[in-house]
C-alpha cells in the first residue's frame, strides 16, 4: 500500500466515525410522524382543564379573540423584550397597508438580564423614557403592547404572571408576579413618563397578530431564533379553562409554549445522550426540552459536543481537545450558518470558526466534517420544527392557512425555510395548504396592532 492509499483508507476510516456520532440525529419520517402525533396529543392535554396542570405543553389563554381588522387608527407604542435585544416600537396606524414605524434597539446588559427584576424593569423604562422624550411624544395620551417573550398565565390581555425564566434569564423577584404591574411600578417610580393603557403578550402571539393584520388566513405563527414557540388560533369550543360566557368569540389564539414539548419524557424516543447533556448543562435543567433540540441558543452546543466526540474517537482534529472545545457554549448558531454558507470546498470561514475553537491548522478534511455536523443538526432542528407545525396546520384543518414565522434561525440560516417547508409538506395532510410569510419585527408590530384593536377608540383623535 502506498503512502497515498493509507491516507486515503483513514480519511474513510474517519467519515465513518464522524458519520456514526451523527447517526442518531439523521432521523426518519416515521419518527418526525410520531413527533407529529405526539405533539397534537400534548395539546390536547393542555387545552383539556383535568389535565392542564400535568401538561408539558400548557397551551396558555391569551385572551386575543379578535384579530386587527384594518379600522385600528391612531398612534401606539410597544416594547419588545425577549432576548438579549429589545426593541421600542412608536406605530402610526393611519388605514394605509403599511405601517409608519419608528424604531429604536436597545442591547440588555447580561448583569441585567440574571440580575434583581426590579433592575430589569427600570431599565425597560429608563429606554422607554429616553424614546417617548426623542420623540416628543410626553403630551400624548399613548397605549402600548409589550411583547413579553416567555411564559406568561394571563387572566386578560393586560395581565399576565411569568411561570417561568428561559434563554439563560434568571432575573429575581419576577417568577409569579404580573409583568404589568413590575413594569408599572417601574414606570411610577421615574415618573416622567405616562402611559395610558397597557396590553401584554408573547412573542408569537404578536407575530402571528402581526401577519394577520396583513393575511386573512394566517391563524399560526412560529417562532425559531434564541428560543422556540409556537401559537394559533383555536376554537373556544376546545378551550376548557376558558370561561367566555355567551357573548365569547369563537376564537382565540394559544401561545403553546411548545419550546416546553418533551420536558415530561414525551420526546425520549428521539433525545440522544448529546440532547441529555446539553440539557443537565442548563440552568433550567428538566424544561424546554424541544426548544433545547431545536432553538439557536442550543444548536452551537450541540456540535460542540458531537466535535468533542469525534476529537475524543480520533476521528477530526488529530484527536486533540482545544481548550476552548472543552467550554461549553463556546460555538455559536452564527458559526454554524456561517460554515453551511460556505461552498464545499472553499474553508476560509470554516478555518476562521476553528480558530476561534483553538485549532490553528484545521485539514480540509476536518472543515468537511465540521460542515457535515453543521448540516445534519441544522436539518434536525429544521425538521422537528416542521413536524409540530404539521400537527397545528392538521388541527387549524384550513384548506390554505398562512403561517408567520419569525426568529434569526429561521432568517439568517442558509437554507432553514426551505428545509423546514419540504418536510412540512411531507407531514401536514395533502388536502391542507400553508404558506409560510417571514413576519419580520411580527413581535413588535403585533403588539402595537394588539394595543390598536383594544384601545383604538380611545386612542384616535
Ligand atoms: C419562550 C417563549 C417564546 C420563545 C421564542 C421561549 O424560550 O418560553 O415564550 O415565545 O422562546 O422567543
Known sequence: ????????????????????????????????????????????????????????????????????????????????????????????????????????????????????????????????????????????????????????????????????????????????????????????????????????????????????????????SLIIGTGTNMSYLEKTKHIELFKGGVNASPTMIINCESGNFGSDGSLDFVRTPIDVTVDENSV???????????????????VRLILLECVNAGAMLNGVQSEEIRTPMSLDVKHMSEIEAEESGNNSATRKIFEIMGYK????????????????ISTRSAHMAAATLATLVNRVGDPFVVIGVDGAVYRKYPNYPQRLRKKLKDLARPEYHFCLKLAEDGSGRGAALLAATVFSKKSSP
Open 1 to 220: 500500500m502506498t503512502e497515498e492509499d493509507t491516507k486515503d483508507k483513514d480519511s474513510q476510516i474517519n467519515r465513518c466515525v464522524v458519520e456514526d456520532i451523527c447517526k442518531p440525529f439523521i432521523v426518519s419520517d416515521d419518527v418526525y410522524r410520531q413527533i407529529r402525533d405526539v405533539f397534537l396529543n400534548e395539546i390536547k392535554k393542555g387545552l383539556c382543564k383535568y389535565t392542564n396542570e400535568s401538561a408539558s405543553v400548557k397551551c396558555y389563554l391569551t385572551f386575543v379573540e379578535k384579530l386587527p381588522n384594518g379600522c385600528e387608527r391612531g398612534k401606539f407604542l410597544a416594547l419588545d423584550i425577549g432576548g438579549t435585544n429589545f426593541r421600542i416600537l412608536l406605530i402610526n396606524i393611519d388605514g394605509g397597508r403599511d405601517l409608519k414605524i419608528e424604531v429604536a434597539n436597545y442591547e440588555l446588559p447580561e448583569s441585567v438580564m440574571t440580575g434583581p427584576g426590579r433592575d430589569l424593569f427600570d431599565f425597560l423604562a429608563e429606554c422607554l423614557s429616553a424614546f417617548i422624550y426623542k420623540h416628543e411624544l410626553q403630551k400624548e395620551e399613548l397605549s402600548l403592547g409589550f411583547t413579553f417573550a416567555f411564559p406568561l398565565k394571563k387572566t386578560d390581555l393586560n395581565k399576565g404572571i411569568l411561570v417561568t425564566w428561559t434563554k439563560g434569564f434568571s432575573c429575581s423577584g419576577v417568577v409569579n408576579h404580573d409583568v404589568v404591574d413590575l413594569f408599572k411600578e417601574a414606570i411610577n417610580r421615574r415618573d416622567d413618563i405616562h402611559i395610558n393603557n397597557i396590553v401584554i403578550l408573547n412573542d408569537t402571539t404578536g407575530t402571528l397578530i402581526s401577519c394577520a393584520w396583513k393575511y386573512r388566513e394566517a391563524k399560526i
Open 284 to 302: 433550567n435543567a428538566g424544561q424546554q426540552i424541544y426548544e433545547k433540540m431545536i432553538s439557536g441558543m442550543y444548536l452551537g452546543e450541540i
Open 361 to 376: 491548522r484545521p485539514s480540509d478534511e476536518d472543515c468537511e466534517h465540521l460542515r457535515y455536523i453543521c448540516n445534519v
